[in-house]
């Protein structure tokens, strides 16, 4: 299996500031890299697909890059409605796995 | 996007079978584009693929619970189901149906709720 590493496990910011996040893969996943968000209690949303590839109606301040093994998810300028948990999935080869998440909090 | 609902027990004794529904709407299991999948979530902790079904029966498993785990499409109902055989109270869960695009990239697009699955005598 393809073991996905996130960093950081948890961060605190700020309304305004801008986030990254980064996810590692255990070996070379050309793009196939997903990010998801989920709120309390929800079920995760897609925000972007195929590393950098917005989903419909996500907004633009939410960014993806990379490639291979190492990709970020960038939140430009953190909004209120941001605060979630992120996961990255990888879908190069089955199983499709998760990295852990990586918990947004109000600071 | 479709529309997806997941239904069945909250409650499973430990050995036994748990068995979930998906219903979906405003769409087509028949839909060739789609893989039907389940994702689950233990309380507290992160999200695990399970696997999924295309719309002609074929199916991917999570080598970790292939053994125990079937999941089939029903194309009359426009359901899917799950099945996981002799559960534990490891199984215990926050269990998702989602649609994942079928062609490469593939991406889980749309998901159900959830439905909390407890495994206790």
């Known amino acids: 299996d393809i073991q996905m590493t996130q960093s950081p496990s948890s961060l605190s910011a700020s309304v305004g500031d801008r986030v990254t996040i980064t996810c590692r893969a255990s070996?070379?996943?050309?793009?196939?890299l997903n990010w998801y968000q989920q709120k309390p209690g929800k079920a995760p949303k897609l925000l972007i697909y195929?590393?950098?590839t917005l989903q419909s109606g996500v907004p633009s301040r939410f960014s993806g890059s990379g490639s291979g093994t190492d990709f970020t998810l960038t939140i430009s300028s953190l909004q209120p409605e941001d605060f979630a948990t992120y996961y990255c999935?990888?879908?190069?080869?089955?199983?499709?796995?998760f990295g852990q998440g990586t918990k947004v909090e109000i600071k | 996007q479709v529309q997806l609902q997941e239904s069945g027990p909250g409650l499973v004794k430990p050995s036994e079978t748990l068995s979930l529904t998906c219903t979906v709407s405003?769409?087509?299991?028949?839909?060739?584009?789609?893989?039907w999948s389940w994702v689950r979530q233990p309380p507290g902790k992160g999200l695990e693929w399970i696997g999924h079904?295309?719309?002609?029966?074929?199916?991917n498993y999570n080598p970790s619970l292939k053994s125990r785990v079937t999941i089939s499409v029903d194309t009359s109902k426009t359901q899917f189901s799950l099945k996981l055989s002799s559960v534990t109270a490891a199984d215990t869960a926050l269990y998702f149906c989602?649609?994942?695009?079928?062609?490469?990239?593939?991406?889980?697009?749309?998901w159900g709720q959830g439905t909390l699955v407890a495994v206790s005598s």
């Open positions: 989602a649609s994942a695009y079928y062609y490469a990239p593939h991406y889980l697009d749309s």
């Open positions: 405003g769409g087509s299991v028949s839909d060739s584009t789609y893989y």
């Open positions: 079904v295309s719309y002609s029966g074929g199916t």
């Open positions: 070996q070379p996943i050309s793009s196939f």
């Open positions: 195929a590393t950098s």
């Open positions: 999935q990888q879908t190069y080869s089955f199983p499709w796995t």
